[in-house]
């Protein structure tokens, strides 16, 4: 009976020997080398390239801006004798909203009348002279002296009539200052003071106010990187369309148009401020009112393809493309402006290529793939 260590010496001499023997029959001449299966296609899902007009929505942050916000106050002191109007009502331009008491004002008006008429006689009847003296300057009844201090008597008077006239239009143009009407159209605001209070020229609050509030305007600011494509598309097309929508951009307030750019960006914080121009016939938009903005920017005749193709490396922006052996291969591609899920290929792409758009993960330049449609995922499902 063999003891149990030399059992397993047994064992284990028995293995070493079958392994040798079947090295030697891999290594030895003649024998069939083991042959490398071939890899495996990737199943992806592929998006061609298509040459379309695409349409870009910037989106940035606005303010309601009225085009017109006017502070009614007293030109002239006096009392508030009456206020026309109700809180919150639509007035016309031209609309009477206040009044002050005309009655000091008419006094001053009639006194600087009196005064005219007074000097218009006394101008009369130093004219009157003057004809006179020139007649007997010319009998010489009448010396040379008497008579330029005649004339000079008269354009003095002459003078007078002129200062005369503007203290008239002073006091009429005072007594207008009582009426104080709308020079806008608009909404009124609340009023700050109540009939019967004494109103001076200078006083900071205003009676009320007035917000032009249909058209009205909002107040947008686009990024440095994105001022190019609005300039080009504003120069191409002077009413891009603008959309106003509310905090959650779940309902939309109104379409407008770009109506201005300003003049320089900001350096503080890299944006050119936008005013966008609306009917706002519906008064869906309030002054001073945060809404959301999309400006429509065309790029026309771009190569378009699904965001999802496109992915980042260190080299840039990049794609897999298929070749026409069902093989991907890397390429490197600059974008142009996107909108949605959808975006332009500005450089790298040519319309009518496929370009993978899922089953990215572990692709790599020149590996075989399989492509699988829609009608292969129906079938599979079922």
Not at 78 to 89: A, D, H, S, V
Not at 124 to 133: E, P
Request: hydrophobic share 40%; charged share 20%; proline share 5%.
């Amino acid at each position: 009976m063999s003891s149990p260590r030399l059992t397993k010496s047994l064992l284990i001499a028995a293995a070493v020997g079958l392994a040798a023997v079947a090295g030697w029959k891999l290594l030895a001449p003649g024998s069939a080398a083991p042959t490398e299966r071939p890899p495996q296609a990737t199943p992806v899902r592929v998006a061609t390239a298509s040459q379309e007009d695409l349409v870009v929505r910037l989106k940035a942050l606005g303010t309601v801006t009225p085009l017109n916000t006017v502070s009614l106050r007293s030109r002239v002191d006096g009392e508030l004798l009456r206020l026309t109007f109700t809180e919150g009502q639509h007035v016309k331009a031209g609309d009477l909203i206040a009044e002050i008491d005309p009655r000091p004002f008419q006094v001053q008006l009639t006194r600087a009348l009196g005064t005219q008429q007074q000097n218009l006689a006394e101008l009369d009847n130093a004219r009157s002279q003057l004809k006179r003296f020139e007649e007997l300057q010319r009998q010489s009844f009448v010396s040379a002296q008497d008579l330029n201090d005649q004339r000079s008597k008269v354009r003095q008077l002459e003078g007078r009539r002129q200062t005369d006239q503007a203290a008239v239009d002073e006091a009429r143009l005072q007594l207008q200052y009582t009426r104080i009407t709308a020079p806008v159209a608009g909404r009124m605001g609340l009023r700050n003071v109540d009939v019967g209070n004494l109103v001076r020229s200078g006083d900071t609050d205003a009676l009320a106010t007035i917000t032009q509030t249909t058209p009205i305007s909002v107040l947008f600011t686009v990024p440095e990187p994105d001022l190019p494509a609005v300039v080009s598309a504003a120069r191409a097309n002077p009413q891009l369309t603008v959309e106003a929508w509310d905090r959650e951009e779940r309902q939309a307030l109104g379409n407008g148009v770009l109506s201005s750019l300003d003049n320089r960006i900001d350096t503080a914080t890299g944006t050119l401020k936008l005013r966008a121009q609306f009917a706002n016939a519906d008064e869906a938009l309030f002054p001073n009112q945060f809404v959301n903005v999309r400006l429509q920017v065309s790029s026309a005749d771009s190569v378009v393809i699904p965001n999802a193709a496109v992915q980042f490396g260190s080299k840039g922006s990049y794609v897999y493309v298929i070749a026409p052996d069902n093989t991907s291969h890397l390429r490197n591609v600059v974008l142009g402006p996107a909108d949605g899920e959808r975006v332009a290929v500005r450089e790298g792409l040519k319309a009518g290529e496929n370009v993978v758009v899922e089953g990215i993960d572990g692709l790599r330049d020149g590996a075989p793939v399989l492509i699988v449609t829609e009608a292969d995922s129906a079938r599979k499902g079922a």
